[in-house]
């Protein structure tokens, strides 16, 4: 089996690049003029997207990491109360916010609550990531249990769950956090510093995302990519 040839960067950051990919895709199907909602949008990265659509951001803009850095947030609120009426939205976004959020069963129910009938919900999640955005990372992850239990109880009707990457992609995102983090114990590693760098920087990395491709292993998925769909009737 040959190791990857993709650029190093597309093998490091793929968790962000492949749910970037699957956004713009799911953005490309959503008819023009539709109402969108994205929830928790922090620096609001999709807006560019929805260009064909109504676009709204919602955020509580609390977090002091995204000083400077938050889009133009059109609702701000708790995503567990959104001051909007019933069935506003014909498609709603979350994406990377339900570990942030203490009651995400609530704001489940919400983000249900203001999809029009017939509307679509797109949702990514962790299943297992590193502390992020404290003080406000409340959870470890979802796992596809948790989606099929608790949209149906809202009315929605789960139409996609698909794993980003299987477990080898994990790991190499993993490896790859070795050579992130090198300055802080370069001192440990002595004669072999050069060495450890490049194996879990590059050579790793990329023998292990090819592997990916041959032997998927999904308990370990870095996350998943949910749609589901508010029955017309």
Same mark, same amino acid.
């Given at each position: ?6 650029? @190093? ?13 699957? =956004? ?6 959503? /008819? ?24 709204? !951001? ?23 109360? &959104? $001051? #909007? ?5 014909? =498609? =709603? ?11 995400? &069963?609530?704001? #489940?129910?919400?983000?249900?609550? #203001? @999809? ?10 962790? @299943? ?23 949209? /149906? ?9 698909? $794993? ?28 072999? !510093?050069?060495? @450890? ?24 998925? &870095? ?11």
């Amino acid at each position: 089996m040959e190791p990857s040839k993709l650029p @190093l960067e597309s093998i490091h950051w793929f968790n962000q690049k492949q749910r970037d990919a699957w =956004v713009q895709r799911k953005a490309a199907k959503v /008819p023009p003029g539709s109402v969108v909602l994205d929830a928790g949008a922090g620096p609001c990265p999709y807006k560019g997207l929805f260009a064909h659509c109504r676009y709204y !951001a919602q955020d509580f803009m609390r977090y002091e990491g995204y000083r400077g850095s938050y889009g133009a947030i059109d609702i701000v609120s708790s995503i567990e109360q &959104i $001051p #909007v009426p019933d069935a506003t939205f014909d =498609v =709603v976004l979350c994406t990377e916010v339900l570990e942030h959020v203490p009651e995400p &069963i609530k704001a #489940v129910k919400e983000l249900a609550r #203001v @999809l029009k009938p017939g509307g679509k919900m797109f949702l990514t999640a962790p @299943l297992g990531s590193g502390l992020h955005q404290l003080p406000y990372h409340f959870y470890g992850g979802y796992t596809p249990e948790w989606y099929k239990r608790f949209l /149906p109880q809202f009315g929605m009707k789960v139409t996609e769950i698909s $794993p980003n990457g299987g477990f080898f992609k994990h790991l190499a995102q993993e490896c790859a956090r070795f050579a992130w983090t090198f300055e802080r114990h370069r001192h440990l590693h002595g004669a072999n !510093a050069q060495h @450890l760098f490049t194996l879990f920087n590059e050579t790793l990395p990329r023998y292990l995302f090819a592997l990916d491709d041959h032997c998927f292993i999904e308990e370990f998925t &870095i996350g998943y990519n949910v749609e589901a769909v508010k029955p017309a009737t």
